[in-house]
T-cell receptor, first 110, second 116 residues
Framework: RKEVEQDPGPFNVPEGATVAFNCTYS??????FFWYRQDCRKEPKLLMS???SGNEDGRFTAQLNRASQYISLLIRDSKLSDSATYLC???????????FGSGTRLLVRP | EPEVTQTPSHQVTQMGQEVILRCVPI?????FYWYRQILGQKVEFLVS????????KSEIFDDQFSVERPDGSNFTLKIRSTKLEDSAMYFC??????????????FGSGTRLTVV
């Protein structure tokens, strides 16, 4: 079983749409969770950390369900500039190494 | 905003040659990392480095790989005898001690290594 699993997509949505990405992780000892964004051939960039209580940053909302080992990202009012690959990332605080999912590709069309 | 700088941005090398990828981490960061991403695949952890020694390495990081912090500012990844399957984007990252938000990770823009 993969450590972090994501639907590869692509998700092709019109501008203004709401889109949701899901992610599952296999190691129940994982302690920290993140969503990163990666543009083509660029470095991963932190989008947001994910907290157990759920958290929001503008148009982006992240949720964590530790019991189900499930993480989600909701993007509201999609912009053309949101087109990218979204990476689900988990880590353990004892190690600090980041374990990446393969990413979900989002294409926002005009 | 402080950056992690990687050079070169693109390196082409012949199979069997040695290659050194260079990184200049952020000056007050104490933890250093190399990750790689084969085209179309996920980002994978290679090695972490702290206090002038390797703190953790993955199965990928075999005897062909080594890391060094030769002069207190640069952090290098050496691949001793490159193979075709080493072709990938290599990302350096550094982290501040006790970072909170995403552990304080900052990634460099990467070196694209092409082995021919």
């Amino acid at each position: 079983r993969k450590e972090v699993e994501q639907d590869p997509g692509p998700f092709n949505v019109p501008e203004g749409a709401t889109v949701a990405f899901n992610c599952t992780y296999s190691n129940s000892a994982s302690q920290s969770f993140f969503w990163y964004r990666q543009d083509c051939r660029k470095e991963p960039k932190l989008l947001m950390s994910v907290y157990s209580s759920g958290n929001e940053d503008g148009r982006f909302t992240a949720q964590l369900n530790r019991a189900s080992q499930y993480i989600s990202l909701l993007i509201r009012d999609s912009k053309l500039s949101d087109s990218a690959t979204y990476l689900c990332v988990v880590s353990m605080d004892s190690s600090y190494k980041l374990i990446f999912g393969s990413g979900t590709r989002l294409l926002v069309r005009p | 905003e402080p950056e992690v700088t990687q050079t070169p941005s693109h390196q082409v090398t012949q199979m069997g040659q040695e290659v050194i990828l260079r990184c200049v981490p952020i000056s007050n960061h104490l933890y250093f990392y190399w990750y790689r991403q084969i085209l179309g695949q996920k980002v994978e952890f290679l090695v972490s480095f702290y206090n002038n020694e390797i703190s953790e390495k993955s199965e990928i990081f075999d005897d062909q790989f080594s890391v060094e912090r030769p002069d207190g500012s640069n952090f290098t990844l050496k691949i001793r005898s490159t193979k075709l399957e080493d072709s990938a984007m290599y990302f350096c990252a550094s982290r501040v001690l006790g970072g909170t938000k995403n552990y304080g990770y900052t990634f460099g823009s990467g070196t694209r290594l092409t082995v021919v």
